[in-house]
């Protein structure tokens, strides 16, 4: 993540919102797909695949955990597949599902994207002037995951150390997790404090308290800026014309061909795809670099 | 271990439960299941579903959904039923349905009994705020769930669809 973690905050920022609001505001298949697809394959290629086993599983499984839940809760739909207790399961609401459930995903990876690249100290150069409160609350709170994980390993490593969960049943060890939940809550809820009282203390949010900053916009910058404004306005005027709209009830709608809207698309694809091209470029040279050394 | 056997055994017991209690059926067995003949010393009610004030707000519609209204607004023409003792509204409209093949949604729980959202693809809330399904008897409007009221011989029950932004059409 070399390049689009060295993009002026404001532009990133910027790029990375103008696709959670496309995805969050679209239901068009074509546009979620892509949405899901560019920031998977960004994600992918970003990080060690280790680390991304596990976040992958769990994408599927709430997709799948989605997809086959709307049909018990939505009997609308032109095809019924079977009935049960009268209901009608449809291909339809099964459609709508899936599409629902790629979508949440998608805003989840990209959310994960946008944490990644803007990090509390981006967050706090681009709001901490305007609103301080509201930015280190919640640049406190986009640290509270991964904080949360890494404290949540260590007391089960100490509890394994003191002997616990040494019982064979599986339940029993379920129950000493939630013993080791309750610990991390206390824990996480007085740490809290210590930051909030912490922050206080060195100044923070007050009147004439400045802050050094490293970043500078430069020329790439403006090519981003330009090229993210200019693809998300296609996309958006696509949408808000009507002809990205697409419909699942009653009956599944066609996906829209004509010429405006596969430029929309493309506009699109541009957006979600050029940070992972930009990623894929950077790599390839740094790896022509070194093997002319 | 024992611990585990019994949380898996009683996690099993509940699972057989929710699948003994649903009922699968495939798409023909369901259109022709409960399909009854009128005698002519059985009970009857006519049925009859229409949603004309829709005709008025077809732009306002979805396309999709306006594509599966009939042109004058009859989803079904008036219909006789036969009914049983101590059926309800609900009965009759889910028997009716089934039997033309007429697409329905409903909620439904203990407490206020049945709602109906949709009928024929049509929705409550597809025409406006104050728009869905109600139904009357014999021209009366009972303002109370359709679960709730039970028939009697030569009732006639209504289906309207109403636009009229939460007034009662005529």
Known sequence: MKVFQNIFPAVAAGYLIYILIIIMFSANPVLELMAFTGG???????????????????????????????????????????????NAVTVEAIAYGSNFGVMLVSVLIWFKIFGKIIDSDKFLYLFGRGTPR?????????????MLKKRAMDIYKSHKALGMYTSESRFDRAVSLLNAFSVLIGWSLENALDTAASMRARGFGLK???????????????????????????????????????????????????????FSYIAFAVLTYLPLLAEAGESIRWTYYKSKI | MKKDILVLFSLILILLLIISGLNFQSVDSYYLSEL??????????????????????????????????????????????????????????????????????????????????????????????????IFSVN????????????????????????????????
């Not at chain 2, 009716?96 to 693809?121: C, P, T």
Request: net charge negative; proline share 4%; glycine share 6%.
């Open chain 1, 40 to 86: 998977l394959l960004f994600c992918v290629f970003t990080s060690e695949f280790r680390e991304i086993r596990k976040e992958l599983k769990f994408y599927f499984f709430l997709i799948l955990i989605i997809t086959l839940s709307n049909p018990v809760f939505s009997h609308n739909g032109i095809t019924p597949l079977f009935f049960v207790n009268g």
């Open chain 1, 134 to 146: 509201l930015a280190i609350v919640v640049s406190v709170a986009m640290r509270y995951v991964p």
């Open chain 1, 208 to 262: 004439g308290h400045s802050c050094y900053s490293i970043f500078q916009f430069r020329r790439s910058d403006l090519l981003f800026l330009l090229s993210g404004l200019f693809c998300a306005a296609a996309t958006i005027s696509g949408m808000v014309s009507g002809n990205l709209d697409f419909i699942f009830y009653p009956e599944i709608s066609k996906i829209n061909m004509s010429p405006p809207a596969v």
């Open chain 2, 36 to 133: 009854e003949s009128v005698s002519p010393d059985s009970k009857t009610v006519t049925v009859s579903i229409h949603c004309d004030g829709v005709l008025n707000y077809i732009d306002i519609l979805n396309k999709d959904v306006a594509k599966h209204i009939p042109d004058d607004g009859d989803i079904l023409p008036e219909t006789v039923c036969p009914i049983k003792d101590g059926e309800t509204v609900f009965d009759i409209l889910c028997r009716v349905a089934r039997n033309n093949k007429i697409q329905i949604e409903y909620k439904s729980d203990l407490q206020s009994g049945a709602y109906v959202q949709g009928i024929n693809y049509l929705y409550e809330y597809s025409c406006g705020v104050n728009s869905g399904w």
């Open chain 2, 139 to 170: 021209g009366k409007f009972p303002g109370y769930s359709c679960s709730e009221y039970e028939l009697q011989d030569g009732d006639s029950v209504e289906w309207i669809y109403n636009c009229a932004q939460g007034k009662i059409l005529d």
